[in-house]
């Protein structure tokens, strides 16, 4: 074996590696944080599903017992039934078109200013 020194010293740590290691972890954390749902629990979407349904269902079954009661009051059926049905889905179907036109509270209110 010789003394001599190897044309290369060996490679160590440097504080700028130690650096770029600290800002690929606080980039990495930052990321993961904005990718992040924003909304804990169910989302606003799933909100306006059940809402739509709860209004449908309602204004349907609103309109039948109506009807119903119409039509056993006065002794006119089918037409009580069938213009209280008629008149429960309008108005569920208006319910629903209002409830579309209106921007959730979640999507309004979101901290990065999106949406």
Known sequence: MSDEKPAREPIHEDARI????ARLKAAREREEQRNRPTVKGTDAN?????RALASLLGGI?????IGFAIDALFGIAPWGLLAGLFLGTASAFRTIM???NTRPADEAQRPDGEG
């Open 98 to 100: 209002q409830g579309a």
């Open 46 to 50: 799933y909100r306006s599903g059940n």
């Open 18 to 21: 130690d650096a770029l290691e």
């Open 61 to 65: 079954i609103g309109g039948l017992v």
